[in-house]
């Protein structure tokens, strides 16, 4: 079962009030304390790591090296 509170974590970040209440069956209830309290393990912390996709950054390296050895001279 999916609790409604668990929807204003965005990203494993808390976005709903900042004292960090919410209100369980008409009574106001700290999210820390009632998630410890029934065994609900917040998201918080666990933002999902990007891959990065080293391939593509290796066939650009070469853009990052400098232009003085051909083309045109100047006179």
Known sequence: MEHKF???FKDGVW???EDRSIRVNGEW???DEYAKQHGIELPEGKKPKKAVNTKE???YAD???SQDSGGSEES
């Open 6 to 8: 668990l929807r204003l």
């Open 29 to 31: 209830h700290n999210l």
């Open 15 to 17: 976005t709903g009030n």
């Open 57 to 59: 950054e290796d066939s």
């Open 63 to 65: 853009m990052e090296q």
